[in-house]
Every structure is written in C-alpha cells, then in structure tokens.
C-alpha cells in the first residue's frame, strides 16, 4: 500500500514532529511503503540529522522524503494521501487524484487536523468533505484523548521501552553520557524545560533555585532561553548568550543547555525527568506517555483561543481523577493556567507546586490508564482504511 503525507513547516516544529513519527510507525508497523514531502528540508534536518536537505528525493528509515515545492508531481499513485494539518494540496496534485479515480483507483484522503479535546471536535472527527471541482472525498481526522477521536499517537513499543528505560539505571546512564552530563544521576530531582517565550519563567527559576532539593535544569534549546538569560542577569549579572552544552548554577539550580533532540532523545527526556515543562502537540502528547507530571504549554493564539483548548483538555483529565486527588488536581490546574498566561507569576505558586511534585504521578494515574486503554491514532487510521477498502 502506498501513502503520501503532506507537511508545511511553518515554526516550532510541531507539525513535522508529528507528521514524522506518524510517517516511520506506518512503515515500521503497517508495512507501507511511504513517501514524506515536506516544503523545507533544512529545517526538517535539524529534527532528523542524517536527512540530506539539498537532495530533491532521498531514502532516510525507509520513507521516501521529497521536497515539496509548487511544482511537485507524484511519482506514482497513492493510495492514502494525508495532508498534514491544513497544509492545502496545488491543484496539478488533486487533478492527479481525480485521474486516479476515473482508472478506478481513487486515492483515501486524510486531513489530518490538529490535536484538540474540545466538544465540538468528536463531533467532527470523521466528517467528510466533498471536492467542488473533482468530487474527490475527504475526511477530518481529529488526533484527541478519547474514543469518539482520532486518537494519539503511540508506537506499538513505546510504553514497553519506557518501562525498561525507568528501570535500568544502566540506559539512564548512557542516555546522560550522552548529553555530556555525567554527573546528571547524582540529582535528586531532574526537570526539563521546553517552552515558548514565558514570563513566568522567571519565577519558576527562582523558586527552583531558592528550594531546599537540589535541580538540575534541563533546557533543550528553544525560544524559552531568552528569558532564561534575562533571569541569570538579574540574579548572577551574567552578561552572556547561552551556548548548547553551558551549565550555570544558581544556589541550588543547575541549568544545563541541551541541543535541539532527536525524538528519541526527547522521549527518553521525558521518561528521566521529575517534572517535565512541554510545549506545543508533539510534545504534549509524549509528556502524557512519559506517565511524569508535567506542565503544557499550549500554542498561542489570536484573542485568547488556545484557553480555550486547554480548558477542555484540563476537564478531559478532571474526568478521570479520583475525589481524594481533587484537591492536587485544582493546584495542577491552577499552575498550567498561570504557565500559559505569559505574565509574571508568583514563586510561591511554583514553590508549592514542588511541594505538591510527589502526589502527581498518583494524581495522573488513571488519566495515563484511559488514554493507554485506547487505540493509537494510527490503529484507528489503518483500522478506517480497511473498512473503506472493503466497501
């Protein structure tokens, strides 16, 4: 079976984050044969190193990866085409779907939409659109939190791999030789940082570095180490950028600069850390898996909107926590709000919510048994794609 996906990187790297690990689990589980086209292969190289950008078409973990530009054309006829969150096809490559429909062979289409757990999107998971020009189908695909969704994504091993990382001190080991941080185990509590510009950081890092438990940091890089900088110039007067592999301490903070990761650096990130700081959808749903509390960042939007989306999500979770942890709950939520409002924030408030830091993995227990009961997203993507085939 042959599918094609679609991806526009815009900023952030979200939507090729998920666009790749969607693209190598059909091919390593599903056994189809791939192809990625993604409008801007150097930024891509940076989430996939061994990627080639000035190549048009290359192989890399048995996809296909071309570079999308106005002028592309399919090399072949695909059966499932996904088109990467609104990403928007040119017309020489829907008029091509069309002649695959008049031979007979009319493609599957997906648009794979962004992650939400509002009402209104199990409503219309599912729902198709009709082509004007062509009568081609198309279908909303809603990656969300519950049955009525599209569902998230999770490889068939994730949660094996997890387990056996959190339980071979020997991996963690490695995994911090790495990264350059030898003495990274010798902390008794790991955070990892990975976030947007915010306000409230400064805060949160003088509540850390003001805690009786010693920190270390962990600050992959992203738009968050400006305000980083700012905060170490007002506490220490260091006048100096942050460069990949820098660590700074601050009474009982260390802050370690990490480099851009790869997603399995990045996950295995998430499964050492205590608390984990995430941004955007990629990492959202990684944080979830990880089964470590964390806070969400979510993405901002015009006139508020993205509360919106976290507020549903937040009540999604409400749902599964049990009465003797709504007390924890409420102090969780209250924190992921003020993280999101990008203002100045309290430090108390994160000095309690590391007080509060040993009762969450109780807190977000049931919420992490929900979501692993269900199927991921692309079970239910190539379940649909089987009964579609049938009729």
């Known amino acids: 079976m042959h599918c094609a996906i679609f991806c526009n990187i815009i900023d952030n790297f979200g939507d090729i984050g998920v666009c790749w690990r969607l693209t190598r689990q059909l091919a390593a589980e599903y056994q189809l044969n791939v192809s990625l086209f993604v409008n801007d292969l150097s930024s891509f190289s940076i989430l996939a190193p061994e990627l080639q950008p000035e190549l048009p078409i290359q192989q890399l973990d048995q996809i296909t990866v071309h570079h999308w530009h106005a002028d592309v054309y399919f090399d072949q006829p695909y059966d499932l085409i996904i088109e990467g969150f609104g990403c928007r096809l040119e017309d020489q490559l829907i008029d091509q779907m069309q002649q695959q429909a008049s031979a007979g062979q009319p493609p599957l289409w997906i648009n794979l939409e962004y992650m939400s757990a509002e009402p209104w999107v199990m409503d219309c998971h599912g729902m ?4 004007p020009a062509t009568g081609l189908k198309q279908t909303f695909w809603f990656p969300s939190t519950t049955a009525q969704s599209g569902g998230l994504i999770r490889e068939q091993a994730l949660l094996t791999e997890r387990d056996q990382f959190q339980q071979d001190s020997q991996q963690q080991v490695e995994f911090w030789h790495s990264l350059g941080l030898s003495n990274a185990m010798q902390f008794s509590r790991k955070i990892s ?3 947007y510009e915010n306000n409230a950081i400064a805060d949160l890092l003088t509540a850390l570095a003001e805690d009786s438990i010693a920190t270390l940091l962990l600050v992959p890089k992203s738009k968050a180490i400006p305000d980083i900088e700012l905060w170490l110039q007002s506490r220490l007067q260091l ?5 990949i592999s820098d660590q700074v301490s601050c009474q009982n903070l260390k802050i370690a600069m990490l480099p851009f990761l790869s997603h399995l650096q990045y996950d295995q990130l998430l499964w050492a850390c205590d608390l984990n700081f995430i941004r955007g959808e990629d990492s959202c749903v990684r944080a979830q898996w990880a089964g470590k509390p964390f806070i969400w960042h979510i993405y901002p939007q015009d006139e508020n909107a993205h509360f919106i989306k976290l507020q549903a999500w937040i009540d999604q979770i ?8 709504l007390a924890d709950f409420v102090a969780w939520q209250t924190a992921m709000q003020a993280w999101n409002s990008n203002t100045p924030s309290n430090s ?4 309690q919510l590391l007080t509060n830091l040993p009762k969450w993995p109780n807190l977000l227990s049931d919420w992490s048994g929900f979501l692993t009961a269900q199927p991921d997203l692309a079970r239910r993507l190539m379940n649909w794609v089987e009964q579609h085939q049938l009729e």
């Open 239 to 243: 006048q100096k950028t942050l460069q």
């Open 128 to 131: 198709v659109s009709i082509h």
């Open 348 to 351: 108390k408030l994160w000095q």
């Open 193 to 195: 940082l990975f976030s």
């Open 318 to 325: 409400k749902q599964q926590v049990k009465g003797e942890y």
